[in-house]
């Protein structure tokens, strides 16, 4: 349960999950994000590069699908995607180009971390784009809504809204639809306008559709300044920043 917006020049998701995650805020190079470290390796809840490019990884079960490796593909572990991508690229039109060409193995990062089942959404300030991959292989979307949560497919998420759909609890479906309209009755500007969207699919602990799982998190990125700020038991905090390309 987790919910990924782009707000004009403002990015970020929440994390919705049982409470033991431990997760922290990285800076690793040219990205600043919120990972969890592993053995020093930042595996990447979302994260931005010193472009302005951001991403972030939200669950996908039962739609996911990794595959071998090909020798037509640049062939990525799921936990190393975003990495891949903001070390690479430098906005949404590279990310595209480049995730045309990427096939998700299902290679583990450690025995006991096996390969989650994920779908990814990249922004910059100029719109984002879904990365997703089914046994049908792997597909890129532009974004008109900004908005990402977790099953179903992207392109089903859409048909809800053109249909009308009412949300009707906190599930993938309805948050998706609460988000996109929430953005559109939103005032003012920044991160407040950011975190006010947000509170729309907070989940408190016992509301959500699994009992044990909350809203741990809300990130925002500021994309055209590279900063970082988080949201945790009400309180929002300036967390990091990366260093803006020349």
């Known amino acids: 349960m987790c919910t990924a917006i782009l707000d004009g020049g403002f990015f970020g998701r ?21 990972a969890r470290r592993v053995d020093g390796v930042p595996l990447w809840f979302d ?10 990884a939200l669950n996908f ?6 595959h071998a490796e090909s020798g037509k593909k640049y062939n990525i572990p799921s936990y190393n995607l975003i990495s891949f991508v903001l070390e ?15 096939n998700i193995t299902p290679e583990a990062f450690a025995p006991d971390l096996p390969p989650t089942p994920l779908h990814w959404i990249f922004a910059d ?20 809504i900004g908005v990402l949560t977790n099953a179903p497919t992207f392109p089903e998420h859409l048909n809800n809204i053109e249909k009308g759909k009412k949300p009707t609890d906190l599930s993938s479906e309805s948050r998706f639809i ?38 741990v998190y809300t990130s925002c990125i500021d994309l055209e300044k590279g900063e970082y700020y988080t949201k945790t038991d009400g309180e929002i905090k300036f967390a990091g920043y990366v260093d803006k390309a020349q």
Not at 127 to 134: A, D, K, L, P
């Open 178 to 215: 609460l988000a996109a309209e929430a953005k559109k009755r939103a005032v003012g500007d920044g991160a407040e306008r950011f975190f006010g969207i947000m509170e729309s699919v907070f989940v408190e602990l016992g509301k959500g559709s699994k009992k044990d799982t909350k809203t």
């Open 88 to 102: 690479n690229c430098k906005s949404i039109s590279d990310a595209k180009n480049l995730l045309s060409d990427v």
């Open 47 to 56: 994260a931005v590069n010193a472009h302005g490019l951001g991403g972030a």
């Open 125 to 144: 300030a100029s719109g984002s784009i879904v990365f997703e991959q089914t046994v049908e292989g792997g597909r890129v979307y532009t974004n008109p």
């Open 14 to 34: 929440t994390l919705d999950v049982e409470c033991d995650w431990g997760g922290e805020v990285v800076k690793c190079q040219n990205i600043v994000g919120m």
């Open 61 to 66: 079960p039962g739609l996911a699908a990794y």
